[in-house]
């Protein structure tokens, strides 16, 4: 089993500002890493696949890196619509797993 | 694509209860279905996936026994069950498809999930 350490589980920003999410594995993944977003009530989107590839129709706003252990989402000039919970996901072995989550507050 | 599963459960301790997820708009046979639970104010769990060309499962060690995921290609449609419900699977339950290689997949299209509540 991959055991995924994400942090912060909250993080307080406001509009324009720059903001980072990091993701540690407990074993080297590569790069296969997915970042999702939530909006409370929603399902899951999927924002970052392959450790740093954008999904189509996703604002260039978000980037991610990392490879191997550590990852990390960046959002360059936060947007009000950006408040909401970020995930990331190891798909490189059985169990699939995701991280605790960050809640992206307004401050 | 379209994944679009079915309406919100009420269910009794003890009961069956079998959930679904019906895709259009791509290859059904093409991406495995997975699926994902969310218990309330939690974060996102793993459950298992499904290949709908032959139905292959591959399930997470804390699901396996408790869940069973089913397909039917002739109504593109994913299902999870349950033989006897607890009150700790009260959550909402997501399907999403899969995209990638083999058994590196990650999740690009999602349902809009599937509140089940259990309560006597």
């Known amino acids: 089993v991959i055991w995924v350490t994400q942090s912060p589980s909250l993080l307080s920003a406001s509009t324009g500002d720059r903001v980072t999410i990091s993701c540690r594995m407990s074993?080297?993944?590569?790069?296969?890493l997915a970042w999702y977003q939530q909006k409370p009530g929603k399902a899951p989107e999927l924002l970052i696949y392959?450790?740093?590839t954008l999904q189509s129709g996703v604002p260039s706003r978000f980037s991610g890196s990392g490879s191997g252990t550590d990852f990390t989402l960046t959002i360059s000039c936060l947007q009000s619509e950006d408040f909401a919970s970020y995930y990331c996901?190891?798909?490189?072995?059985?169990?699939?797993?995701f991280g605790q989550g960050t809640k992206l507050e307004m401050k | 694509v379209q994944l679009v599963q079915s309406g919100a459960e009420v269910q009794k301790p003890g009961e069956s209860l079998r959930i679904s997820c019906k895709t259009s708009?791509?290859?059904?046979?093409?991406?495995?279905i997975t699926w994902v639970r969310q218990m309330p104010g939690k974060g996102l769990e793993w459950m298992g996936r499904?290949?709908?060309?032959?139905?292959?499962?591959n399930y997470s060690p804390s699901f396996q026994g408790h869940v069973t995921i089913s397909a039917d290609k002739s109504i593109t449609t994913a299902y999870l069950q349950w033989s006897s419900l607890r009150a700790s699977d009260t959550a909402m339950y997501y399907c999403?498809?899969?995209?990638?290689?083999?058994?590196?997949?990650?999740?690009?299209?999602w349902g809009q999930g599937a509140l089940v509540t259990v309560s006597s």
């Open positions: 999403a498809r899969e995209r990638g290689s083999s058994g590196h997949d990650y999740f690009d299209f």
């Open positions: 708009g791509y290859s059904f046979t093409s991406y495995w």
């Open positions: 499904i290949d709908p060309a032959n139905s292959d499962t």
């Open positions: 074993q080297g993944i590569s790069t296969y």
């Open positions: 392959a450790a740093s």
């Open positions: 996901q190891q798909y490189h072995s059985f169990p699939y797993s």
